[in-house]
């Protein structure tokens, strides 16, 4: 990882970046239970799961959230914050063994509201797919970024 300066002029729209794979495994299952506080069934019981629709465990779509945008995270850019997430939305469900993906696209650039001079908001989406080329998860990641100054 290096420190790098990116400021809000530097990013183009249409522009992407793609993840190497990161396969879930149980254990990652059982650490997001207990850091969360959810062992709900769905993510915990294999017995009770067995019996259900989808037949196994899934993970929790935190940890998906989670991951993917750890797994979007590279170098630093001092002029750069994570502003928050909009539209998440947990498309299909991850299984234990299922190898995620990442691809996080620029897709909208917009001025701040109460200093447009100083400040800009780039909307990347972040799309995640397990193995198979399947959605499971996507959201729009706001990155509150400096202008560079006339």
Known sequence: MQTISRWFEDYEIG??????????????????A??????????????????????????????????????????????????????????????IGDTITVTAEIIEKTDHRKNPDSFGYVHELVTVRNQDGRTVLVLTHLYLVGRRGQ
Do not use: K
Request: net charge negative; proline share 5%; hydrophobic share 35%.
């Open 15 to 32: 522009e992407t970046r793609d993840s190497t794979g990161r396969t879930i495994t149980e254990a990652d299952i059982v650490l997001h």
């Open 34 to 95: 207990g850091q969360t506080g959810d062992f709900f069934p769905h993510h915990m019981d294999a017995r009770w799961c067995s019996t259900q629709p989808f037949g196994q465990r899934i993970a929790h779509g935190t940890l998906i959230l989670s991951i993917a945008v750890g797994m979007t995270a590279g170098d630093i850019n001092p002029q750069a914050m994570s502003y928050g997430y909009d539209r998440i939305r947990f498309i299909e469900p991850v299984f």
